[in-house]
Nanobody, 130 residues
Framework: QLQLVESGGGLVQPGGSLRLSCAAS????????IGWFRQAPGKEREGVSC????????DYADSVKGRFTISRDNAKNTVYLQMNSLKPEDTAVYYC???????????????????????WGQGTQVTVSS
């Protein structure tokens, strides 16, 4: 059974950076597409970024394009979300999620949607404030 654990959240000033990690255990992340989502207080959970099961394709929400970068290190069984130029509106609990897609290593179609995923982590809090 795949388990996901997020880490790297914290308090950062506007304009600062954080790198979130999503570490997998139980199975290897080979052939799993990974998504990052976030949920701010009083708001619905939204897709932030995703990476294909092969790692060659990524996608981002418009609100984070140019500021966030998703990457994966299958040797470490970990996916990262580098967040730069953080804004107060980035404050949220960040979650990673996984879905096994062995038949298509390149597609990210639909992967910014919660319903696409089978496995979820518990989340890590990111607070951007001065």
């Amino acid at each position: 059974q795949l388990q996901l654990v997020e880490s790297g959240g914290g308090l950062v000033q506007p304009g600062g950076s954080l790198r979130l990690s999503c570490a997998a255990s139980g199975v290897t992340l080979d052939y799993y597409a990974i998504g990052w989502f976030r949920q701010a207080p009083g708001k619905e959970r939204e897709g932030v970024s995703c990476i294909s099961s092969g790692g060659g394709t990524t996608d981002y929400a418009d609100s984070v394009k140019g500021r966030f970068t998703i990457s994966r290190d299958n040797a470490k069984n970990t996916v990262y979300l580098q967040m730069n130029s953080l804004k107060p509106e980035d404050t949220a609990v960040y979650y990673c999620a996984a879905i096994r897609i062995p038949h298509d290593l390149w597609s990210v179609a639909g992967l910014l949607t919660m319903a696409s995923y089978d496995y979820w982590g518990q989340g890590t809090q990111v607070t951007v404030s001065s």
